[in-house]
């Protein structure tokens, strides 16, 4: 068993599923299509598309991840008619001629169909933002400390200039005999 991926009608994924080891593809999902009571049930019941089962690997990364069905399948039907190709030049190949022996196509690479459901923008929301280290956090912590403390000291010192010449002021005017 491996996994595949279920998805909507859009090709976005959904969930995962299992399926055999030799199962490769896109298989539309369908279901029957409920007849209304008191209605005649048709000959053939009708049924609906309603998702897809896609058994090709996804890359990963992805955000909400999104499988183009139809650019796939547009993709694996020109890989099938250019393989009936191959096989018809191959039948008639004469090994022992000088025609140059067919190359077989390329083969349908299923994981280059997905993409991100997101923009790079909205992908780039998701990521959480880089944290600070640590020790650059303390660092610039301790210079604005470092900072704050000059500050406060040169306030300290003017304040002190300030305090001193009103002593000297008051000195002054008691040794006048001009007490205030």
């Known amino acids: 068993m491996k996994e595949a991926f279920i998805t909507d009608l859009q090709g976005k994924y959904i969930e995962p599923t299992l399926v055999m080891d030799t199962v490769a593809g896109v298989f539309d999902i369908v279901e029957q299509v409920t007849v209304p009571e008191g209605t005649t049930p048709p000959a053939e019941p009708q049924t609906?598309?309603?998702g897809y089962t896609v058994a090709l690997p996804m890359p990963d990364g992805l955000y909400e991840p999104?499988?183009?069905v139809a650019g796939y399948r547009?993709?694996?039907a020109a890989y099938t008619a250019a393989y009936s190709v191959y096989l018809e030049a191959l039948a008639v190949y004469n090994p022992?001629?000088?025609a140059q022996e067919p190359q077989p196509p390329t083969t349908?690479?299923?994981a280059k169909y997905w993409r991100n459901g997101l923009?790079?923008?909205e992908i780039d929301a998701l990521k959480p933002k880089p944290q600070p280290n640590p020790v650059e956090t303390l660092g610039q912590q301790l210079v604005a400390?470092?900072?704050e403390v000059m500050e406060l000291k040169a306030q300290n010192t003017a304040q002190g200039a300030t305090l001193v010449s009103l002593e000297l002021r008051l000195?002054?005017?008691e040794g006048a005999g001009k007490v205030v």
Do not use: H, P, S
């Open 74 to 76: 547009a993709a694996a």
């Open 119 to 121: 923009t790079q923008a």
């Open 171 to 173: 000195l002054n005017l």
């Open 145 to 147: 400390r470092e900072l």
């Open 108 to 110: 349908v690479d299923g």
């Open 48 to 50: 609906v598309v309603t």
């Open 66 to 68: 999104i499988f183009d």
């Open 96 to 98: 022992k001629g000088t």
